[in-house]
């Protein structure tokens, strides 16, 4: 499943040619994709330009010079090509041949936007969990879908200070409040392990044991934040993981995945301490930690 680094890496990869395009056409292959298209979702788009392409946790928001915002969502998945003119024939770009799991097939096509001057972008996904709708501005704060979402890891609202109120007197593992999308948006199940272990904190530590009594931040919040923000950092800068059927916006596959610390590692040595990885299971998803160094 795309992750928020890999879904960043998307937005960057795509940026360079959906802003400032004029969208000739979309191309529908099918009614829907986890959700039906609006009625008309292709009509809203014929002739406009995208303004600007944004990211907000996992959701990519497309500003439409109308005032629309296409929300996307890559699901367990999605992955977009960038396909030039012509390209198919000769040689097929490294999307096409280069593949982590089940290899792309044009069955999967299910959206391609044809754009003035510019290559045509291609929405692919086999298991159709993704999804693509049109909303107003003044929905972005309201849409069910939004609403929720707390606050951005890579942004400047992420601070020991803002977290400590979401973490205190909770009783709560770690690992549960970290992947609450209501605390922090969009830092997955693969991030939180790996935060986790640059913090030297263990998963099954009392959220609320990182605040002390008067309610402001331990240092080991402090220290968390600033792990958080580097795991993230390092993952957008590597161009994303690519654990299954994800492949670059650019057709590259990400190479982040080999460099995790603890994230699928069981059994193997702690680079910190030489301690032995450890995998349990917490709400139903897996947690890897090192037990002799996170504490
Ligand atoms: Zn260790």
Request: hydrophobic share 40%.
């Given at each position: 499943?795309?992750?928020?680094?890999?879904?960043?890496?998307?937005?960057?990869?795509?940026?360079?040619?959906?802003?400032?395009?004029?969208?000739?056409?979309?191309?529908l292959r099918r009614p829907d994709l986890r959700f039906p298209f609006s009625n008309?979702f292709a009509?809203?788009?014929?002739?406009?330009?995208?303004?600007?392409?944004?990211?907000?946790?996992?959701?990519?928001?497309?500003?439409?010079?109308?005032?629309?915002?296409?929300?996307?969502?890559?699901?367990?998945?999605?992955?977009?090509?960038?396909?030039?003119?012509?390209?198919?024939?000769?040689?097929?770009?490294?999307?096409?041949?280069?593949?982590?799991?089940?290899?792309?097939?044009?069955?999967?096509?299910h959206v391609?936007?044809?754009?003035?001057?510019?290559?045509?972008?291609?929405?692919?996904?086999?298991?159709r969990?993704?999804?693509?709708?049109?909303?107003?501005?003044?929905?972005?704060?309201?849409?069910?879908?939004?609403?929720?979402?707390?606050?951005?890891?890579?942004?400047?609202?992420?601070?020991?200070?803002?977290?400590?109120?979401?973490?205190?007197?909770?009783?709560?593992?770690?690992?549960?409040?970290?992947?609450?999308?209501?605390?922090?948006?969009?830092?997955?199940?693969?991030?939180?392990?790996?935060?986790?272990?640059?913090?030297?904190?263990?998963?099954?530590?009392?959220?609320?044991?990182?605040?002390?009594?008067?309610?402001?931040?331990?240092?080991?919040?402090?220290?968390?934040?600033?792990?958080?923000?580097?795991?993230?950092?390092?993952?957008?800068?590597?161009?994303?993981?690519?654990?299954?059927?994800?492949?670059?916006?650019?057709?590259?596959?990400?190479?982040?995945?080999?460099?995790?610390?603890?994230?699928?590692?069981?059994?193997?040595?702690?680079?910190?301490?030489?301690?032995?990885?450890?995998?349990?299971?917490?709400?139903?998803?897996?947690?890897?930690?090192?037990?002799?160094?996170?504490?």
């Open positions: 499943m795309p992750e928020l680094p890999e879904v960043e890496t998307v937005r960057r990869g795509l940026a360079p040619v959906l802003e400032g395009a004029t969208i000739e056409r979309v191309e008309r009509a809203r788009l014929k002739g406009r330009r995208i303004t600007a392409l944004r990211r907000r946790a996992k959701y990519l928001l497309a500003e439409i010079d109308d005032g629309a915002v296409l929300l996307m969502h890559l699901g367990m998945s999605g992955s977009f090509r960038i396909e030039k003119e012509g390209a198919r024939a000769s040689r097929p770009i490294a999307g096409e041949t280069l593949y982590y799991g089940t290899p792309k097939k044009d069955a999967h096509d391609v936007f044809h754009l003035k001057r510019r290559p045509r972008v291609v929405y692919n996904d086999p298991r969990f993704g999804f693509m709708l049109l909303i107003r501005p003044k929905e972005l704060d309201t849409h069910p879908l939004l609403l929720e979402l707390g606050l951005e890891p890579t942004g400047n609202e992420l601070s020991a200070e803002a977290l400590a109120p979401r973490f205190a007197h909770r009783a709560a593992p770690l690992k549960a409040v970290l992947g609450d999308q209501r605390v922090i948006a969009g830092l997955g199940n693969i991030y939180v392990s790996e935060a986790l272990w640059r913090a030297k904190l263990s998963p099954r530590r009392a959220a609320g044991t990182l605040v002390r009594s008067d309610g402001r931040p331990t240092e080991r919040l402090q220290r968390l934040v600033g792990a958080i923000r580097a795991v993230i950092a390092d993952a957008i800068e590597a161009g994303g993981s690519s654990l299954r059927d994800y492949v670059q916006a650019s057709g590259e596959l990400g190479l982040f995945q080999h460099r995790f610390a603890v994230y699928d590692r069981e059994r193997k040595h702690c680079h910190r301490c030489g301690g032995t990885i450890r995998r349990i299971v917490q709400s139903g998803r897996s947690t890897f930690y090192c037990p002799s160094c996170q504490r």
